[in-house]
Structures are given as structure tokens and as C-alpha cells.
């Protein structure tokens, strides 16, 4: 396989005019890190040249083999200044011009992204699968083809190719054999082949209700006497196809609509079933037109005077509303207050304030919830004697006099917080503007809660805060006294459908700060190596995942369906501690509240340089301190496991522990509302 890529485009002429002119790559998820080429000219015609740079693959291994995307730049350099644009893609699939790192288990290669921009992406070896034409008939025949190109396995004995459909829930719906119309192998070096296949979309459907349909490819050939499968992530659109169909079916006896298309940002295919309504569905347009319209400006601010006039009106002393993670979860401390309350303070009004986008978190869970932003949710707010929040709520909302605002907060500090913080990586906003707001914000708050005192000194620092500190452990954590039996964890076990006679290795990252694409949107490549570990730990255990809620996007598990299960969506982490027998972690504080188990922990801190000296920095030594082995890859944390099997907990857990965990003992809680409602009329 050659190791130089020529990536070859054209300019205008004019640009060249005293300029020098370079190829530059810029990795994605790792900002700062960028390899630049020269750029030749190889031919001139009439008004345009011809350029060219040449990358090395293998002289700028370290560089490509590394887990990302790289995004294609061209540098304009005229002695004095840079001027710098993206590098548009052509017409055409760029996937088949790979290069494999064959020793490393990688493979790096060119594609056009949903903005039509060139860019590079290194992955795992594996199997990338795409759709190249799609069509839908008036009977609901869905008809499709593309091609696959797998790097992972070649001259395979009777291989077999399925096209496999899950719905949103991730349950199989089916396992179809799919037709190969041509089969290629490259240099030997990976296979590729085309295929085309049909679905009749009525016969899956099962409920009157919303279906979605995901699509995968699934292989299977032997080895050894065995038969072994190996699953694509999710099938994806050619870059240059635009699919949309759509058709009105009776089905059941009911009319239908089927609408096929890609998703926006990372073109899947995906089907969406409904039972159709006319006239639901002129009030859906009518909706999404009345949306677009009270997001502009004049209707926030007549918003802003409502609820600063209705907070004038008297406060209702026995009201309290609660939120979780900006209204996304029912979870984490709030949850842990509103449980007590309700028990034990029955003559309080409870409320619970929710984005109307997470309504689903709180079904079932026989609580009282106001949409966010809606005018009840703004009488609610402006009324309420107590708010309690464990994340910051938006600066424009002001705070009613009577109100009592009780911050919880939502982790033990390891990371600076706030006005300790050295710079600030996030989209929207500059170090300076976001410690101003955050300060403003603080000053909202009557009460602060803290886990133990260590905390207490970094919140009074950090969120300048001068009011009351209930230093009380996090209620939270009562739970872990209260429920840790071994007929809870096996009544979890049971309604989470894991097995119960596999031990539990529970990953719980942090985000990272810089890793964002957009105000709102953050992203998090998962770096734990799933396919070793079910390899050399699959037999004993399973992982659980659970991701941080800036960044709770679902992960494509289906390759490893029955071993790695995601509940990054799952809003309270604490019944996912009580079921597991490790917890993997990084720089998150969830290990704070995982000693309460007295459980071993590992930290893989893969990238520790980086966060420690770009990012927020540490309020103590991590590397000396953490109660638990450091590790920066897969294998070092299978060992990790093995040992802690062998030899349970660290020689520093028990400073650990009582520095930190002192407080708690499963009465938090109780210790909060007493200070809080002390002389309250109502308690």
C-alpha cells in the first residue's frame, strides 16, 4: 500500500500573486494540534493553477493514528498576515483512498463532510458502511444499496453479509441477508463490496405509535472451527446523496406516514413511522412557525418583564420548585431533597421544573412538573418560597425577594471551579465574561450546600459566596446507605436487564472544556478500547457506561451488544454505583461519592498532561492522592481490574475516605431541610 497521499485542488491565480501557500490539517477534538504541508504548483490554465500537496502517511504516523478527525485547511500567507479556508471536497466517495495502520489496529481516511469540506477521520479497524441510493414506493417498499468497505478482516471463509434493523430502543427488528452484487480486494489489504436489498417497512410495525428504524451491517464468517460477527456502527448516507422520501400507507387499518431520510449532523439513515393526522400535522407546522417566532428578541424581553412584575405578587410560603441539570433529569441532589420533603413535609407544595424536551425522564415518577419557560413555569418560579437547583439557572431570571434560592451543587470539587479558574474553554463566552456571570449568578444563592469542609473552603473562594454553608454531605449519597443490600442490587440488576452472574465495571468520564463544536454542543470520543476489554474480560464481566450530561449523546454499542451497555441517559447515577463492582473514571468527581462503597477504583487518565496544564488545573495532587491506580490505556486498566480483584482497595483509600465521606452516613437530607426550614411557620 503506498504511503503518500497527493491531495490535488484548484485556485485562482491571483492568489498566488506574492503569496506562499500551505496545506494544513487541525485535529478536531484536540485543539492546538495541526501538521502543515507545502503546496506545489503542478500546472497553470487561463486564470487558474493546479495545486498539490503531498502528505506521508507513515512519516506523520503519531500524527494520523491517533483517534479523530482532521479538517483540511488551505493557508494564504502573504509575509504579513494568514488567511486561512477550508478545503472543499469532491463529487466522489473519498473512503476507498484509506491507508491501514496495520500493527496499530487503525485506519485513516479522506471523506466529505455534511458542509461539503474535506477532512480526514482515523478510526479503529472495522467496518465502515454506507447507502448510496434509497427508494421508497406507494406500498411502503423500501428498496436500497451501497457498499462496504471492511479493514479489519480479508480472504475471510464463507463470509455472510446482513443488513440488521433496530428500532429507537435498540431492539432487533430484523436480520435480512443482503444481495452482493460485487465483491473487490484491494493490495489485500481490505475488502470491499457493493450490496442492494428490500424492506417491506408494514410488516415491522408494531404499536400506534412513533417508530423509528436504525440500520447497521452485520458480518459473519469462521475462524477456528467458529463463527465469528462483527457489526458496523450505524449505515450512513454517501456524503453527496440528499435522501428524502416520504409516503402516506394504510397499515392496520390505519393511515400512516413513513418518512426516510438522514440525520442532520451525521447522516444516518433513519425511518420514522407515525399514525398521520391532518390536522396534527397542520399544527405541528403551525408550531414549529410560532416557535421560530418567540425566540426573537422582543418576545424574551416582554418575558423578562412578566416575570419580574409577577415576581411582585406575595410569595406562596409553603411552594417549593426543584430542578436537576438545567431541567433534563429527575436526579442528583434535588432528587435526593424532593424524596425527603415529600415524606416528610407533606404540607408543602413540590414542584418540579423540566425542559419540555426530557418530559420523558419524568414519566412515571408521580411528580408534579412545569415545562420550562412556559407562563405556569414562570408564576411557579416567581412565586415559590424555595428553589432548589444543583446547576446554575439563566443569569436574565431574577430572584424574588422572598424567595430562598438552595444551591446543591453537583460533585465534590477536584477541578477548579469558577473564579479559580485559569482560562475557560467554552463556547460563547471568554474567561473574563464567564466568571463575571458565574459571580452573578452566585450571588443569588441563600444557601450552599457542601460534602465536607475541604469543599467549603474552595466554594466560599471560588463562587465568592457569603451566605449560608450547609456543610452536610451530599444528600445524595443517602441512598448508598439505604439501599446497599444485596436484594436491591439484584432488584436492580433485574430492571436494568443485566446479567446477573457478570460482575459490573462501571466507566463514568468527565467532559472535557474543549471539547465543543458549537454553543450548546459538545462532543467526547470514547477512548476505552471496548474491543480488548471484551476480549480479555468479556467471560467475567460487562461494562456499563455513563457518560457526562453535557455530552449524554447515545453511543453506538451494537458491536458489542451483551457486553458494553450504555445508561449514559439513565438520570441517577446512584443506583448504577450500588449495581457495580468498579467504577473507571478520570478527573470526574462521581469518585467522590463512589467511596461511600468502599469499592475499588481505577482512573484512566489517558490525556492527564493536557487536562492537567491546558484545562481547569487541580486543587490537589491528583496523581499522589487519588484513591486508586493511575492508568493511560486500555490494558493498563484490564490490569488494573485483575489486581484489584486480587488485592481490593488502595493503601490511600482510608485517608481518602475520611477526609472526604466523614459526613455522610444516609442522613444529609434531614440535615439540610432542618437548617433550612428552621423558624419556618409551615415545618
Known sequence: METEMIISFDIKLNLLDGNKLLLQLNKRNNQGKKLVFPVKTKKIKNSHALMEAEIDLEKNKIFFSEIDVLDVYIIINNGKSESKYRLKSKNEPLEFKLYIYESLGKTVYPYTTNKYNLSFKTIRNGIIARVSEVHLDREGLLSFSGYVINTQQKNEINPKRYLVVTNHDSELMEEMPLRILDTKEFQKDYSLYYYSGEMFLPKYIQTDGLEFFRFYIKETYEKDTKIIEKYSPRVQVSPFEDISHEALIYIKGLKRKIIVKQTKSKKFLSTKIYVYNRR?????????????????????????????????????????????????????????????????????????????RYLHNFEGKNVEVVKRFSIKWMFVMARANYWVSNSRLPLWIPKPRNTKYIQTWHGTPLKKLAADMDEVHMPGTDTIKYKENFLKESSKWDYLISPNSYSSEIFERAFDFRKKMIESGYPRNDVLYRDNSNEKIEELKVQFKLPS??????????????????????????????????????????????????????????????????????????????????????????????????????????????????LRGFYFDFEKKAPGPLVKTTKEVIGAIKVAELEGLSVDFENFYKRFCYLECGKSSERVWKEVLKGDINS
Open 501 to 614: 452472574d457478570k460482575k459490573i465495571i462501571l466507566y463514568a468520564p468527565t467532559w472535557r472544556d474543549n471539547q465543543f463544536y458549537g454553543r450548546g454542543k459538545y462532543k467526547f470520543n470514547l477512548e476505552l478500547d471496548l474491543p480488548l476489554m471484551r476480549e480479555q474480560l468479556g467471560d467475567e464481566y460487562i461494562v456499563v457506561l455513563r457518560m457526562h450530561y453535557l455530552v449524554a449523546e447515545n453511543f453506538d454499542l451494537t458491536p458489542y451488544e451483551g457486553f458494553a451497555y450504555d445508561f449514559s441517559n439513565y438520570e441517577d447515577i446512584r443506583e448504577l454505583y450500588l449495581i457495580s463492582d468498579f467504577l473507571v473514571t478520570d478527573y470526574s468527581s462521581v469518585f467522590f461519592d463512589y467511596a461511600n462503597l468502599r469499592k475499588p477504583m481505577i482512573f484512566y487518565v489517558y490525556d492527564i498532561e493536557e487536562y492537567r496544564d491546558k
Open 280 to 356: 396534527r400535522e397542520w399544527n405541528s407546522q403551525i408550531k414549529i412557525k410560532l416557535k421560530k417566532w418567540k425566540n426573537k428578541k422582543m418576545l424574551k424581553r416582554i418575558y423578562k418583564v412578566l416575570f419580574k412584575l409577577t415576581s411582585m405578587l406575595p410569595v406562596k410560603k409553603n411552594t417549593v420548585i426543584f430542578e436537576s441539570f438545567l431541567g433534563k433529569q429527575y436526579s442528583d441532589n434535588p432528587r435526593a431533597l424532593y424524596e425527603y420533603m415529600k415524606e416528610n413535609y407533606p404540607n408543602y407544595k413540590l414542584y418540579w421544573s423540566v425542559d419540555k
